[in-house]
């Protein structure tokens, strides 16, 4: 079989679903392909912010339905170790996903609205001058627009040159919910050196995980299994993934053949501060399809997603501050009974950017003047 495209995306999680979405909703023609067959496992704490919510919401064009998450809360909890520091009330909510679901759930809106799937093709091969995407049974897919949505390991790193100690890793375990009787956002930090631990409740379970800058010989199992036994929780019994995610290094697409974007977690784009990739998968994977049938699709994509690329430039920046170890113990001390900072930095940089990481003095000096 041969078949041209407008769009070859290549990965069908959100970034690589939510382009394609876009796409069909331009009249365009794009053809997913996945190594891997939906419903599948991805290693992810599915925490959703009001930003990304808005955006699920755009591609759905309608309301999410309630059964897209497995929880909502309205509480975050900091904690250093086991001392609890602040238990802050939100003003919006966090949703939360079990990502085999989510994932899914967008990949058959994206069938159900006309797309091409071709899953469970982890063996295929790219001819960039042909513009020719060659599938495990000789099929032949010819494309205008090549797209890499295929997560932090992608296929692209043989351009843009990204290495695993750019990244972050990240291990997880799901405990029941009655071992950790949690309803709130829990972060942990005094564990790793520049991240964080994290349980939030998924359901009749509790997603707990820890992600940190990617050492070689890390013991990251061996960390969250400590956390686990603080707690009293068996850790010998509890299974343990653990995956790649950005952080902090956007992918350099300056070098790229014209045709070729790179969106989500394949070009570096998470939060350096947070870990927080949907956001920026589902945004980038729309300005790119918008971008997919311009005459010159890797400058308007560039240029449109020039403020995500600012985030992460100037996210790192920031990151380092945070967990310089004097910055760390005056951050602590801040927050240690201190629920309204809390509050408003979640309003105001993990629910929505209302500012930059350039700015982060302008928003403690509004913090100031909102008492
Ligand atoms: C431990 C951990 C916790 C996290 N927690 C959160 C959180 O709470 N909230 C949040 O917003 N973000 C979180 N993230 C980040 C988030 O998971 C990612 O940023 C997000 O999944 C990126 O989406 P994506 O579509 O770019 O990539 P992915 O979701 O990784 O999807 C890539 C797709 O490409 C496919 N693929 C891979 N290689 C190939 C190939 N060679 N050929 C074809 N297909 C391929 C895969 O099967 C997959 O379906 C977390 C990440 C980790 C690791």
């Known amino acids: 079989m041969e078949r041209t495209f407008d769009a070859v995306i290549i990965g069908g999680g959100p970034a690589g ?129 090549l797209v890499f949505a295929d997560g932090a390991l992608s296929l692209s790193r043989r351009f843009t040159g990204i290495k695993n100690t750019d990244l972050a890793f990240g291990i997880e375990a799901y405990i029941p919910h009655r071992l950790m009787p949690i309803d709130s956002v829990n972060l942990y930090f005094g564990y790793l050196d520049s991240g964080y631990v994290w349980a939030f409740p998924h359901g009749d379970t509790v997603c707990v995980g820890a992600a940190d800058r990617f050492q070689k010989g890390e013991g990251y199992r061996e960390i969250l ?60 994977g729309i300005h790119a399809a918008k971008a997919a049938t311009q005459p010159q699709p890797k ?31 005056v951050f602590l001390n801040r927050v240690k009974g201190n629920r309204r900072v809390v509050t408003f930095f979640f309003e105001n940089m993990v629910h929505e950017y209302r500012y930059g990481y350039h700015d982060l003095q302008r928003l403690y000096r509004d913090y100031k003047q909102s008492k």
């Open 299 to 329: 400058e308007a994509y560039l240029n449109s997603i020039a403020p995500l690329l600012r985030t992460v430039r100037d996210g790192v920046k920031a990151q380092r501050t945070f967990y310089a170890p004097l910055f760390h113990r």
């Open 225 to 284: 299994s400590a956390f686990l036994k603080e707690r009293g929780i068996e850790p010998e019994e509890t299974r343990y993934i653990g995956a790649f995610l950005p952080y902090g290094k956007a992918a350099n697409q300056q070098g790229l053949p014209q045709d070729v974007l790179l969106i989500g977690d394949a070009a570096g784009l998470t939060d350096p501060i947070s870990g927080e990739g949907l956001y920026m998968a589902m945004a980038s």
């Open 17 to 145: 679903a939510a382009c394609g979405i876009t796409l069909l909703k331009q009249n365009a023609e794009p053809c997913i392909i996945d190594k891997a067959v939906f419903p599948r496992h991805k290693t992810c704490a599915g925490l959703v912010t009001a930003k990304t919510y808005a955006l699920i919401r755009e591609l759905l064009d309608k309301e999410p339905p309630e059964e897209l998450f497995c929880n909502r809360s309205s509480e975050v909890r900091l904690y250093h170790r086991t001392q609890l520091l602040t238990d802050a009330p939100l003003d919006r909510p966090v949703r939360l996903v079990s990502r085999s679901h989510f994932d899914n759930a967008l990949i058959n809106a994206y069938r159900a609205a006309g797309g091409t799937l071709r899953e469970g093709e982890g063996d295929i091969t790219i001819d960039y001058d042909q513009k020719r995407v060659t599938l495990s049974n000789g099929d032949i897919l010819y494309y205008r627009s």
